[in-house]
Structures are given as structure tokens and as C-alpha cells.
């Protein structure tokens, strides 16, 4: 089914999102304050972009024995999902600044994390937060055939060990992005006419798809081998830890927010209807973990709020700590599901438990 075909509820008798997006609303003006980022979140934003570039501009410079270089290869990792989730996630849902140009400079910092600015806003803000679990059109609930995260995908006999090797996977998204799924996703979404915003010609698209390629690889490997003689094996393997490192970060707080036992993946009925609104939709779909943990907050961009988030992806991810309680205390008024792990360790085994669960043979509908 095509994504366009897929329709939700517009039932919503008791007004719920209409009385949430009031309150919320109200937060900002009584508190006199914009809904997009402010000096904690630009000075975020350095903190994380020198976690990420300034060990490789000291590997350049200076000579470190081996288990330096590992530990500096592992921080360019962990500053590299930082940038994804503090800087690039907000900037490419307009919420970084009220100006686009800084939004959409802020938004390229995509390139320089291996990926595609057209491709990400497709996949994420397009069919992940429209479509949010719901098989066949949320991409991001897609592991091929290696990984089942829905009981509507088919099962394979490896399955029932998903919960042991899935690890080694998550850590690879990244790499994927530098070597396949970019392409692939370019091909796809070009074809399919999907975009966020207004869609770019395709010769527009392919060619800035390969020149910032060109230039990632330029300057994360062919620069430090050719002008600072450095080994290329070293290279290569420093550059697969920090894509691992920043792989694994960004997978698992993906898959705390939506592939754990709390959700549902609902699917829609024959003529492509949804049975909820969009936005009871996401309370059913999504679910917080860890909120009480400043480290958690602040480390990843607010991703913990996953419920907050999904409901207004145009705020910044600043704010998601003070409106939380808005957003809950009316869902629950409301009668909805709140959906929230206590602890980043409770959501971590509800994500493995349902991960065994969807690697156990299904039973035979008689």
C-alpha cells in the first residue's frame, strides 16, 4: 500500500489534541519564550561538535600511542551521535532556530554524519513520525529480513536468536549510510514522487548525493592517508569504531522510543484507515524512558521525550522536560495511554524481551 493511500481518524470527540496543543500554547506565551532552541542548546551544539572534530584534528597533528587513538576514535563516535540528536535532529524539523537559513545550515551537519539531508527528512519526518509503526510504511521499523521487530513481518527460522546478535546490527547504521542505504533510499523516494517540502529534481538530487559523498570520503580518509601519511589500516579501523560507536547510540535510543513491549504497530483496515487520530496515534505508538535523568535529557537530544517529541516535532527539544507534564496529565484526563520506562535499564530489557518475543516461531491461526 502506498504511504498517500493511508488515512487517520479525524474522530476525535473529546478534543484531546485540541486541548493539549491550547495548553501547550499557552505554556509558551504566559512564559514569554519561543518554541525553538536557545543558548543551552547552542552551546550544546559546540560541546558536541568538539566531542566529534576536535580528535580528529589532534589525530592529524599529533602522534598518540594505540589505546589513545581507540579512546579518541570511540569519543568521535559518541560526538558524532551527539551532533545527530542535539543539532541535526532539530534543525532538520525547523525547530533549531525561527530563522531556515540556520535551520537549514544546522540541518547539513547530516552531511558531515555520512548521510543525506533529502533522504533523512523523507524517512524520518515524512513516514516515521506520519506513519509511526505502522508496518510497511515506517521505515524505520525495517531491518531487511535479519531483524523482525513486528509480529506482521515474516518470520525466519534465525529470528528466535535476534535477541543476542541484533547488538552486533544496530551498530552498522551509520555505515549503511556511506555505503548503501543512501543510494538506495534516493532511488526509492525520488520514484515514489516523496518528499518533505518540495521535491528536488532528481539530477538536483543525485548530484549533491555524490559530491558530499566525494567529500566525506575525502576528508575522513583519503586526507589523513595522503597528506599526513598516516596508515590507511589505521584509518579505516578508527573510522569503523566511530561509526560504530555513533551507530550503536543512535540504534538503541531509537529502538527504547518505539520497539519495546508498551507499543502497539497497529495496521490500518482494508481501505487504508486508521482507527485513531494522528496524534492518539503516537500515544499508543510511542513511549518515554529515563525523563527523570539529566544526563539522558541532555545527552540525547530530548529523544527520551519520545512522546513529547512526537506530538510537536517543531519544538525544540529543549523544552520537552517542562511540557512533559502537560502532555501527560492531559492524556491521562483524557483517558490515553502515557507510555514511560522509569529507567533507561527497564526500557533496554522490555526492547530484548520483545525482541525474543518476535524471534519465537508464530503459531498456526487454525
Request: net charge positive; proline share 3%.
Amino acid at each position: 500500500m502506498n504511504p498517500k493511500q493511508i488515512t487517520f481518524s479525524r474522530v476525535d470527540s473529546a478534543k484531546f489534541f485540541r486541548t493539549l496543543n491550547k495548553r501547550v500554547n499557552s505554556y509558551f506565551k504566559e512564559n514569554n519564550i519561543s518554541r525553538n532552541g536557545n543558548w543551552r542548546l547552542h552551546l550544546k551544539t559546540i560541546i558536541m561538535f568538539s566531542l566529534f572534530l576536535c580528535p580528529y584534528f589532534l589525530f592529524l597533528g599529533l602522534d598518540f600511542p594505540w589505546w589513545a587513538q581507540l579512546l579518541l576514535t570511540v569519543v568521535m563516535g559518541v560526538g558524532m551521535a551527539g551532533v545527530g540528536m542535539n543539532v541535526m535532529h532539530d534543525a532538520n524539523h525547523g525547530a533549531y532556530s525561527s530563522k531556515k537559513w540556520i535551520n537549514k545550515v544546522m540541518g547539513g551537519s547530516m552531511y558531515i554524519l555520512a548521510g543525506n539531508v533529502y533522504n533523512w527528512q523523507v524517512q524520518h519526518n515524512v513516514l516515521h513520525h506520519t506513519y509511526t509503526n505502522i508496518h510497511g510504511h515506517d521505515e524505520d521499523m525495517e531491518a531487511g529480513r535479519i531483524l523482525r521487530f513486528s509480529k506482521h513481518s515474516q518470520w525466519k527460522r534465525f529470528h528466535k536468536f535476534q535477541h543476542y546478535y541484533s547488538i552486533f546490527f544496530y551498530g552498522l547504521l551509520t555505515i549503511n549510510w556511506v555505503l548503501t542505504s543512501d543510494f538506495m533510499q534516493t532511488k526509492r523516494y525520488l520514484s515514489q514522487k516523496l518528499a518533505y517540502g518540495k521535491l528536488p529534481k532528481p539530477i538536483t538530487q543525485w548530484s549533491t548525493l555524490i559530491i558530499t559523498k566525494l567529500i566525506y570520503a575525502g576528508i575522513w580518509i583519503v586526507v589523513p592517508i595522503l597528506f599526513f601519511n598516516l596508515a590507511w589500516w589505521k584509518i579505516l579501523i578508527g573510522f569503523f569504531i566511530m561509526h560504530y560507536v555513533a551507530g550503536l547510540i543512535l540504534s538503541i535510543v531509537f529502538q527504547l522510543a518505539h520497539i519495546v513491549e508498551e507499543t502497539e504497530m497497529p495496521l490500518p483496515d482494508a481501505s487504508g484507515s486508521m482507527k485513531n487520530t494522528w496524534a492518539i496515534h503516537q500515544l499508543f505508538t510511542t513511549v518515554n524512558f529515563s525523563t527523570n535523568n539529566k544526563l539522558m535529557n541532555w545527552f540525547t537530544g530530548g529523544l527520551n521525550h519520545q512522546v513529547e517529541h512526537h506530538i510537536f516535532p517543531n519544538i525544540s527539544h529543549v523544552h520537552y522536560s517542562r511540557i512533559s507534564k502537560i502532555v501527560k496529565e492531559t492524556a491521562l484526563e483524557f483517558n490515553l495511554p502515557y507510555h514511560e520506562y522509569k529507567t533507561t535499564r527497564k526500557a533496554v530489557i522490555a526492547h530484548f524481551r520483545h525482541l525474543r518475543e518476535m524471534g519465537m516461531k508464530p503459531a498456526i491461526s487454525a
